[in-house]
């Protein structure tokens, strides 16, 4: 009988098929042995090769019940986050901390503003000159919306915006939920170091970057180094961010070296760097206003 033989190497094993005139065998490294029969004198195709060939690399994806913002975030809180990211004139980089910081504290001081500032810093090793602030809405959405029509209606807002204008070369911002497996961003006291390390992950992986992350964060707590998980609901999809703090870089390479060390960590990385598709490392200062310092 005529046969031919092809091979294909995987990350855990190599499947092996032999296609006979009537019989269609699949074998794994393993010993597995997947056989399916074809019908009589149908002879086995190029383009039946293909489409076996493509079924390999094909990623399955679950049917799920609910949207992954459901699955993933805290259930007993209903905070929203905002995170800014400014890119600010190099010479007016002092100006605009100092003008931040004025309207931050007003804005904590009015109780009539559903919304804090949790953290805010200037980009140390990444994109220069660049401010960064992470704002939490207690109340989500209507929080959100409640807070932009006061602001809209208030004078001395409006004219902080235009004056800040006069500071900025571009300005992004994304909306943010919270992984109900990290800790919930809190003041603590300084100096500290913080990397902000951005994930854009592959579409339709955010729930296994959760499953995953919830079982490994536990290697990555013992020193307080863990301040806060988010992931993207209005901007940039499919965004992850996680907020750590250090008190120096080299005690950043000493924790990071340190998770290696326990079992559990390695299998983590292993199993989430495939579901990226870039990654992005911030290092940064927190100004002087900062809750988190």
């Known amino acids: 009988m005529f046969e031919r033989q092809t091979t294909v190497s995987l990350c855990r094993g190599t499947w092996r098929r032999t296609v ?3 019989r269609l065998q699949d074998t794994f490294c393993t010993g597995v042995l997947l056989s399916c029969t074809k019908p009589a004198g149908k002879r086995f195709s190029e383009s039946s090769d293909k489409g076996w060939f493509r079924s390999l690399f094909m990623h399955k994806v ?16 209903s905070n929203l986050y905002k995170i800014q990211f400014h890119s600010v004139k190099p010479e007016c980089l002092d100006a605009y901390n100092n003008l931040e910081a004025e309207v931050q504290n007003r804005l904590h001081q009015d109780q009539d503003f559903p919304c804090e500032v949790v953290g805010s810093w200037n980009t140390w090793y990444g994109e220069q000159d660049q401010a960064v602030h992470l704002w939490r809405y207690r109340g989500g959405y209507p929080a959100l919306t409640e ?8 004078k001395e807002y409006l004219e902080f915006r235009k004056e800040r204008a006069k500071m900025l070369v571009s300005r992004r911002n994304q909306l943010l939920l919270e992984f109900s497996f990290w800790n919930e961003p809190l003041p603590r006291k300084g100096p500290n170091l913080y ?3 951005t994930y854009k992950l592959k579409p339709g992986t955010m729930i296994e970057w959760g499953n995953r992350w919830a079982r490994a964060i536990k290697h990555r707590q013992e020193n307080d180094e863990a301040v806060g998980g988010f992931f993207s609901q209005i901007g940039d999809l499919y965004v992850v961010h996680h907020l750590w703090a250090y008190e120096s870089l080299e005690s950043r390479q000493e924790t990071r070296n340190s998770a290696w060390q326990k079992a ?10 495939p579901l990226v598709n870039s990654m992005e490392s911030r290092l940064m200062i927190p100004t002087k206003s900062s809750p988190l310092q």
């Open 147 to 154: 807070c932009l029509q006061k602001l809209r209606a208030n």
């Open 195 to 197: 990397e902000l390390r």
């Open 20 to 22: 006979g005139l009537s």
């Open 264 to 273: 559990g960590w390695d299998v983590n990385v292993h199993y989430t760097v």
């Open 62 to 77: 679950d049917a799920r019940k609910d949207a992954h913002s459901n699955l993933l975030s805290k259930k007993e809180t």
